[in-house]
């Protein structure tokens, strides 16, 4: 491309991988890339507006105009030349545009459910289930470190096959929160062939 | 967010709607060195896009949420910016996100932490 180098681009061989953390309005998500980001997780009013579509320049003038979502991310460098990013998605499925939006390019996406309110992260395993060619897992927020529910009886619940990993996790905790993302990726290479299709 | 509200967003793209190439969310952009008075000459959001780049690599998602500019604005100053040499948008060196190379980067670079 015309952009891919000039005479002195720095950033050559810097690369940034992306993971989503999927879930219902307050299972954890925030929480999580807290947890795990060297940042304090940035969590701004995005608009996504029309200018980002791909549209028909003639009729943008009919467009509607903004739509104001949450836009809620975290970084971890991993080394060097390697920088992690995480996104949670907006809550609400008015805003599924914006997931498309953030799923594109994701090496890999957990589903957080809180099991007191397991119909809250419906809409996300669906999203993933159907709607979506992102490698997923689902990972049960523990809020209280205790495990109320047995694992089969959510994934029942759920209705995800048996070849989704179903993990715990302490969103709070930097170890577990960030076993749970090895487990994405793990999946990711289970689901994905060695060599990428280009 | 800041940015004008009696502006329509896609009034500061010059009433461009469509990028040449999709900028990931995650994209990592970079201003190797700083023109001032070439940011001068920039409308405020871009100039302060500018800024901001010059200051370390950092993502598309990074630059419009701490410059107030929206993602969809964004994307489309970053490519005039790139188009006119003042930022350097950094291709992807994977071809793609499930590229076992990067998985295992990744999944290692997590361990450090775990």
Known sequence: MAFASTPDGPPAGISSAKLVVAGGF????????????????????????????TVDPLTVGDSKTTTTVAMDFGRLTLARDLILYLFGTP????????????????SGAVVLVDTH?????????????????????????LFDGVQTHPLDQV????GIAESIPLVTVD???????????????????????PVAAP | ?????????????????????HLYVHTL????????????????EARRL??????????????????????????????DLAAAGRVQINEDVYVSPYDHGLLRRVIDGLREYA
């Open chain 2, 50 to 79: 500018y800024e901001r780049a010059s200051t370390g690599a950092q993502s598309v998602a990074e630059l419009s949420a701490h410059c107030g500019v929206s993602l969809g604005v964004t994307r489309v100053l970053l490519e």
């Open chain 1, 91 to 106: 809550g609400q499925p008015r805003f599924w545009p914006m997931w498309d939006d953030l799923c594109r390019g994701a």
């Open chain 1, 26 to 53: 307050g299972v954890g998500k925030t929480t999580l890339v807290g947890t795990v980001s060297e940042i304090p997780p940035v969590n701004t009013e995005a608009w996504m507006t029309e200018a980002s579509k």
């Open chain 1, 117 to 141: 309110r397991l119909d809250a992260s419906f809409p996300a395993v669906n999203y993933f289930e159907n709607d979506s060619d992102v490698p997923f897992i689902v990972a049960v927020n």
């Open chain 1, 171 to 193: 969103a709070r905790n930097r170890k577990s929160a960030i076993t749970t993302l090895l487990t994405v990726l793990t999946n990711t290479m289970d689901k994905t062939a």
């Open chain 2, 29 to 44: 952009v970079t201003a190797s060195w700083y023109d001032p008075a070439a940011a001068a000459r920039l409308s405020p």
């Open chain 2, 1 to 21: 967010m800041s940015g004008n509200p009696w502006v329509r967003p896609y009034v500061l793209t010059g009433g461009r709607t469509r990028t040449r190439h």
């Open chain 1, 155 to 158: 994934r029942d619940a759920l």
